[in-house]
């Protein structure tokens, strides 16, 4: 546990215990992730800087596992001190790490069904002037953005989210195939918002994920999961765990 170094510099003892957590949840070992990220957020901090820089690790790296581990409950626990810590640290927290927080509340709060909040979160993102600073996360954000609707039944909006989006994807000469097909099922929606073009599309994703560079893109925001479960009917949460047992 490095004792030594944890008493003479706090500093690097908390960036190795999140990089030791993070490592392990990157490997799926979610019971050593949660070891690391216990010891983590047990840590006293000697210093406001070391106050807010525990903050960042847990809301964008802790959140980020209970995502992929779809735990829901503790979810619900941790929602509520981070989006405290949000207000009370503001322009504190490191810009980078803000746009994944947020990102992260946004996705979370998806899975939990309550769309208000997500739209919230998913609001302040695509609504940034900057969108370079992180421009995977602005990229999927916008994609959310429509999904939310489409939960929302904001039928209205959709044609003219439909022509930015597309706008969007020509400015940035876009080459995944997952978001390049995702355009044109928002278009088959709009004209007709039927369960077969649903089952159609999943079908073409399947195909899509084949190939490693676009699966990976499932893992800033699981379309395929979202797809499934406007199919049985079920919650995203539901389909996201099958997903994540699959291809474990």
């Not at 170094?5 to 799926?28: E, P």
Request: charged share 25%.
């Amino acid at each position: 546990d490095y004792p030594l170094r944890k008493d003479a510099d706090q500093y690097n003892f908390i960036t190795y215990l999140n990089n030791y957590a993070v490592g392990c949840s990157r490997n799926k070992d979610w019971e050593q992730a949660q070891y690391y990220f216990n010891k983590l957020s047990a840590i006293v901090p000697n210093s406001n800087q070391i106050e807010i820089k525990i903050f960042e690790y847990l809301s964008c790296n802790y959140l980020n596992l209970l995502i992929e581990n779809v735990d829901l409950t503790k979810m619900k626990q941790e929602l509520p001190k981070i989006e405290l810590g949000l207000k009370k640290y503001n322009s504190k927290i490191t810009p980078l790490f803000k746009k994944i927080i947020q990102f992260n509340l946004c996705y979370a709060y998806f899975l939990l069904e309550d769309y208000k909040k997500a739209q919230h979160y998913n609001f302040i993102i695509v609504n940034e002037k900057d969108d370079s600073f992180r421009s995977d996360v602005y990229l999927i954000s916008r994609i959310i953005q429509f999904i939310l609707h489409y939960k929302m039944k904001n039928i209205d909006l959709y044609e003219s989210f439909y022509n930015a989006l597309k706008y969007l994807f020509e400015q940035k000469n876009i080459n995944y195939d997952l978001y390049n097909s995702f355009l044109t099922f928002i278009k088959q929606i709009i004209h007709d918002d039927d369960i077969m073009v649903f089952k159609d599309y999943k079908e073409e994703l399947v195909k899509i994920i084949e190939v490693p560079k676009e699966r990976k893109l499932l893992s800033n925001f699981n379309i395929l999961s979202w797809i499934e479960s406007e199919i049985k009917g079920v919650s995203m949460a539901e389909c996201l765990k099958t997903y994540n047992t699959k291809f474990s």
